[in-house]
């Protein structure tokens, strides 16, 4: 299906676990060729790696957070970077909202019913950098 998709988001811990000793960023070039438009690769509380669909890419660094449960935290991220692409946002802006859902829903235990407030999320959205990677 990965040639049908415009949006491939995958994870560095699933991609170290099931292919061993390949470097996550040439993987994630490797979809970006195959799917000729977004790949995005999260890393935990690392920077968050994205592929657009010239073949740009950039990153994001999560903030500091105290996580006590990472159960959802990849949902989340899917669901704030799709709020933002279909509110017009940017895809960098959208990948921050992104990296904020997940980065406050780590703060709850499980998968949770208690949903950060949309504006808890774009307040911390705004504070993050967004790094051009050469």
Same mark, same amino acid.
């Given at each position: 299906? %990965?040639? *049908?998709?415009?949006?491939?988001?995958?994870? =560095?811990?699933?991609?170290?676990?099931?292919?061993? /000793?390949?470097?996550?960023?040439?993987? +994630?070039? =490797?979809?970006?060729?195959?799917?000729?438009?977004?790949?995005? &690769? &999260?890393? $935990?509380?690392?920077?968050?790696?994205?592929?657009? =669909?010239? $073949?740009?890419? *950039?990153?994001?660094?999560?903030?500091?957070?105290?996580?006590?449960?990472? &159960?959802?935290?990849? !949902?989340?991220?899917?669901?704030?970077?799709?709020? $933002?692409?279909?509110?017009?946002?940017?895809?960098?802006?959208?990948?921050?909202? $992104?990296? +904020?859902?997940?980065?406050?829903?780590?703060?709850?235990? /499980?998968?949770?019913?208690? %949903?950060? +407030? %949309? +504006?808890?999320?774009? !307040?911390? =959205?705004?504070?993050? &950098?967004?790094?051009?990677?050469?």
């Amino acid at each position: 299906v %990965l040639p *049908f998709t415009g949006i491939a988001t995958n994870s =560095a811990a699933y991609i170290r676990s099931e292919f061993p /000793g390949v470097e996550v960023r040439q993987h +994630a070039r =490797a979809l970006q060729e195959i799917n000729q438009g977004i790949v995005i &690769t &999260t890393d $935990g509380g690392r920077s968050v790696h994205v592929i657009d =669909a010239k $073949g740009s890419e *950039f990153s994001v660094q999560p903030p500091e957070v105290t996580v006590r449960d990472a &159960t959802g935290a990849g !949902d989340a991220f899917r669901s704030g970077l799709l709020y $933002g692409l279909v509110n017009g946002k940017s895809l960098p802006e959208s990948v921050c909202l $992104g990296v +904020a859902a997940g980065s406050l829903k780590v703060g709850y235990f /499980g998968a949770t019913e208690t %949903l950060p +407030a %949309l +504006a808890e999320m774009q !307040d911390l =959205a705004s504070g993050l &950098t967004v790094e051009v990677v050469k």
